[in-house]
């Protein structure tokens, strides 16, 4: 599966933005999609995922109530992670991974998932 994250730049503070990932090759049927970012100096963090099929989403508590991740119902290829409210903090860049076997004690955990896309750079100003 080959992913790729588009959607990001810059923004205000408070502003928002959404970000889309998209798979080439075959839909998200059956898979957990996950997303994560990284600030520069630091390591990955998880930030929210969903399993297509059920939809049942999580969320890392920072972003709690601030973004959603969605399925496309028309296109099975696509995820969204809309973020509002957006903080300085979130300045990232942002990646989509999936797999299809994860459970869910290992969805914040970057290891469980097999395929990563590009990230997308997402930057906050003050």
């Known amino acids: 599966v080959q992913l790729q994250a588009s959607g990001g730049g810059l923004v205000q503070v408070g502003g928002s933005l959404r970000l889309s990932c998209a798979a080439s090759?075959?839909?998200?049927?059956?898979?957990?999609v996950g997303w994560f970012r990284q600030a520069p100096g630091k390591g990955r963090e998880f930030v929210a995922t969903i399993r297509w099929n059920s939809r049942h989403t999580y969320y890392a508590d920072s972003v709690k109530g601030r973004f959603t991740t969605s399925r496309d119902n028309a296109d099975k290829s696509v995820v969204y992670l809309q973020m509002n409210s957006l903080k300085p903090e979130d300045t990232a860049v942002y990646y989509c991974a999936a797999s299809r076997t994860i459970i869910v004690s290992q969805y914040t955990n970057e290891n469980a998932y097999a395929y990563w896309g590009q990230g997308t750079q997402v930057t906050v100003s003050s």
């Open positions: 090759g075959r839909t998200f049927d059956n898979y957990v």
